[in-house]
T-cell receptor, first 110, second 114 residues
Framework: QKEVEQNSGPLSVPEGAIASLNCTYS??????FFWYRQYSGKSPELIMS????GDKEDGRFTAQLNKASQYVSLLIRDSQPSDSATYLC??????????FGTGTRLKVLA | DTAVSQTPKYLVTQMGNDKSIKCEQN?????MYWYKQDSKKFLKIMFS???????INETVPNRFSPKSPDKAHLNLHINSLELGDSAVYFC?????????????FGSGTRLTVV
């Protein structure tokens, strides 16, 4: 079993729709969870962090965490073509290490 | 005023050569990392340094040798390069090495071994 799993996609959504990206993880001891956005040929950019169960909203982005189900998700409201990128889920493992998923490629269709 | 800067951005070299990648951060973070991203976009940790001390060495071949002269710099030297070393190498930094802080990544070094 992979430590952090994401559907590779591509996930295609029309402009203005809600994009829902999911991630599951295997380490029950993980405490911190992150979503990164990576445009093609660029470095990953941190867009959301979440540490406790529930929802956390920041602009058009909402991160959701359910530690009992070992599940973290990212919702992007009012999706724009500029949101088209690969979204990487990262989960802490101990103090000095994050494990990344393989990413979900999102395509927002104009 | 780049926060995490890596050089070079591109590196093309022949098998068997030795090469180095440099990384510097001006964020005042005390933990730095090297990650390798393969062709399938999977980011895998290689090394983690906290205040110049090696914290994580993730079963990387000993051809790879990181060096941290101070907490703002983390360099990566690779000996006897192999075709399988071709990838994008990212340097990153975080504050205090705590799980609660996200990384800031450098722009990456695309290494191609021919």
């Amino acid at each position: 079993q992979k430590e952090v799993e994401q559907n590779s996609g591509p996930l295609s959504v029309p402009e203005g729709a809600i994009a829902s990206l999911n991630c599951t993880y295997s380490d029950r001891g993980s405490q911190s969870f992150f979503w990164y956005r990576q445009y093609s040929g660029k470095s990953p950019e941190l867009i959301m962090s979440i540490y406790s169960n529930g929802d956390k909203e920041d602009g058009r982005f909402t991160a959701q965490l359910n530690k009992a189900s070992q599940y973290v998700s990212l919702l992007i409201r009012d999706s724009q073509p500029s949101d088209s990128a690969t979204y990487l889920c990262a989960v802490s493992q101990g103090t000095y290490k994050y494990i990344f998923g393989t990413g979900t490629r999102l395509k927002v269709l104009a | 005023d780049t926060a995490v800067s890596q050089t070079p951005k591109y590196l093309v070299t022949q098998m068997g050569n030795d090469k180095s990648i440099k990384c510097e951060q001006n964020l005042g973070h005390d933990t730095m990392y090297w990650y390798k991203q393969d062709s399938k976009k999977f980011l895998k940790i290689m090394f983690s340094y906290n205040n110049k001390e090696l914290i994580i060495n993730e079963t990387v071949p000993n051809r790879f040798s990181p060096k941290s002269p101070d907490k703002a710099h983390l360099n990566l030297h690779i000996n006897s390069l192999e075709l399988g070393d071709s990838a994008v190498y990212f340097c990153a930094s975080s504050q205090r090495g705590q799980g609660g802080y996200g990384y800031t990544f450098g722009s990456g070094t695309r290494l191609t071994v021919v």
